[in-house]
């Protein structure tokens, strides 16, 4: 009797520990009667009757990284590249990801693969390697959609790293070489048609500098001599009128200052250092007598004017 007992309490603990499913965070379990799927065990203790009850799957609802394989795709434009990527991926529905799809990670990898060689089959080299992102998003919706129906959501799709062969490496890198040397000749072209054009504007301004300038001397000389003229007029006027009121001492004046001009002359040619001529001192002194007389006539009778001889070194030769 006591052995029967013994042996029921250890069947019993045993179907107790049986019946006892603790599910980590993170995960759900899929529970199963007779092999068919009747509910989802949550995170926690789960009481489970054992024979007739089991765990079907353990399903991991976290957000998890699927390596794409590298592979070789061909270009729109036949060209060979390698292309690796990652899919981030997170299950929704434990029921569907366990039932739904054989193999879960394995389909995800199988239609990364395809819609990848697919979309940048469809794109020029040069767009592939400059449309990542675009690429990104195209194969998430792909994916995404497809996968939906298995309970799983598409998080992100990257491409890891495209590698072109050799010899469009190459080509690209002489390609890029000429590009740069195009523009760095671009701007030294506009740089100097710049520096010609700042030139000519300089040379420009100066000239019509130099052309007002010479406007603005050429009116000051013009208006110099007409001023000079003006005096010139208003003394032969004074003199004209002095000779129409019978003043010989006018006429004098008026000779006395030619012929003076006329020895000033004489005396500041750069042609000769000594000069020869006849004077006759009779006629200048009565030449200069004459300009005293009118001097005293136009300051009055109390003043007196000595005029002062200019000292002519005269010699009398052939």
């Avoid at 190459?170 to 072209?189: D, F, G, H, V």
């Avoid at 300089?202 to 300038?213: D, R």
């Avoid at 005096?231 to 004074?238: L, P």
Wanted: net charge neutral; charged share 25%.
């Amino acid at each position: 009797m006591l052995t029967f007992l013994i042996v029921f309490a250890v069947l019993a603990l045993i179907v107790a520990m049986m019946s006892i499913k603790i599910v980590s965070q993170g995960y759900r379990y899929t529970i199963e009667r007779f092999g068919k799927f009747v509910r989802v065990a949550e995170p926690g203790l789960n009481l489970v009757t054992p024979f007739i009850y089991r765990v079907g799957r353990k399903i991991n609802m976290m957000e998890q990284v699927l390596d794409i394989p590298g592979q070789e795709i061909i270009t729109k434009d036949n060209a060979m590249v390698a292309v690796d990527g990652v899919v981030f991926f997170q299950v929704l529905d434990a029921a569907k990801a366990a039932y739904e799809v054989s193999d879960l990670y394995l389909a995800i990898m199988a239609l990364s693969t395809t819609n990848l060689r697919t979309v940048m089959g469809s794109m020029d080299l040069d767009e592939t390697l400059s449309k990542r992102d675009e690429i990104n998003a195209r194969l998430l919706v792909v994916v995404d959609q497809a996968t939906e129906s298995w309970g799983v959501k598409i998080t992100r799709v990257e491409l890891k790293d495209i590698r072109p062969p050799a010899d469009i490496v190459n080509a690209m890198t002489r390609q890029m070489k000429a590009e740069r040397e195009k523009r760095a000749s671009i701007l030294e072209a506009e740089g100097s048609r710049a520096s010609a054009i700042l030139r000519a504007e300089g040379a420009k301004q100066a000239v019509i500098l130099s052309a007002e300038g010479m406007k603005e001397a050429a009116f000051r000389e013009a208006e110099a001599r007409e001023r000079s003229a003006q005096a010139e007029a208003n003394a032969t006027k004074s003199v004209s009128d002095a000779i129409d009121n019978g003043s010989v001492q006018a006429i004098n004046y008026f000779i006395a200052q030619k012929y003076v001009e006329a020895i000033g002359m004489f005396a500041t040619s750069p042609n000769a250092k000594t000069i020869l001529f006849p004077v006759e001192a009779t006629q200048l002194m009565g030449t200069l007598g004459g300009i005293g007389e009118l001097a005293r006539e136009a300051l009055g009778k109390n003043a007196e004017v000595v005029p002062s001889v200019p000292r002519v070194d005269s010699k009398k030769g052939e």
